[in-house]
């Protein structure tokens, strides 16, 4: 694996390109177009997803997601619960919410683009997202 410069939470302040595909096991593939934006808040940076969310087979529809992320990129929802702590070099982390299991790869060797991969398992999911994130 290529060694890269920890990032820093300042690093992702700002706005970015966002492309995200979601390959579902056990439903109808997606896409997600839009941006992300992490601007100042008291916890550190909250993180705003907005975009379209197109289902195949289902439609389009309007999606957005809120995270606050912290100075030590520890990253929670945005009602407070942690979520998962970003490593800073890259690599992987994951979130247990009983009965599914999250695991997710950061990529930073492409920065300022960088990719998180998530592979998500549970009795009623099982389903493979890649997001691409590009600054502007």
């Known amino acids: 694996m290529t060694q890269t410069t920890p990032r820093r939470l300042a690093d ?5 390109r966002l492309d995200r ?6 439903g109808a593939p997606a896409r ?11 916890e550190g940076l909250l993180l705003l997803e ?9 439609g389009s529809f309007a999606a957005e997601r809120r995270y606050l992320w912290a100075d030590d990129l520890n990253v929670c929802f945005d ?7 970003v490593p800073a070099r890259g690599g992987d982390t994951e ?3 009983d ?3 999250y695991l997710v790869h950061y990529d930073f060797t492409g920065w300022p683009r960088f990719t998180t991969t998530w592979q998500v398992a549970g009795p009623r999911k099982s389903y493979r997202m890649v997001s691409v994130y590009t600054r502007d």
């Open 12 to 16: 992702f302040a700002g706005d970015w």
């Open 21 to 26: 595909r979601i390959e579902d096991a056990l």
């Open 32 to 42: 997600f177009e839009g941006r992300a934006s992490w601007t100042p808040c008291a």
């Open 50 to 58: 907005t975009g379209t969310l197109t289902i195949e087979g289902q």
């Open 79 to 85: 009602d407070g619960r942690f979520f998962h702590q």
């Open 95 to 97: 979130h247990w919410c």
């Open 99 to 101: 009965p599914d299991r």
